[in-house]
């Protein structure tokens, strides 16, 4: 799976932090009763909210590794629109789609 050049950096100069990071990830996806892509969509959902490219890329490259189509991950983005609103969901739909698109080559 793809991975940002910063992310790699951060858990090479930081490395107790980012398994203590990785564990604590794993550790929340394990709590409770969701399935993988179920999480997956959600977190996009959350990376919209928070209007982060590198988020929600990286959730949707997740959500189709877990078995989300185009038109699920298209839904959750649309989804965000009125609690959201439409810049910021407009800007998701744009991270979105390059990574689909991408997926689709």
Known sequence: MYLPKKYE???????????????????????????????DLIKL?????????????SSVRKALASGATREE??????LSLTTTGFPNMIAALAWADEVLDKHAE
């Open 73 to 78: 991950i298209t839904q959750a983005v649309l």
């Open 45 to 57: 959902g959350i990376a919209i909210g928070v209007n982060s490219r590198g988020a929600v890329m």
């Open 9 to 39: 950096n951060f858990s090479s100069k930081f490395p107790e932090v980012f398994k203590l990071y990785q564990k604590l990830g794993i550790s929340c996806r394990e709590t409770g009763p969701l399935k993988e892509k179920c999480q």
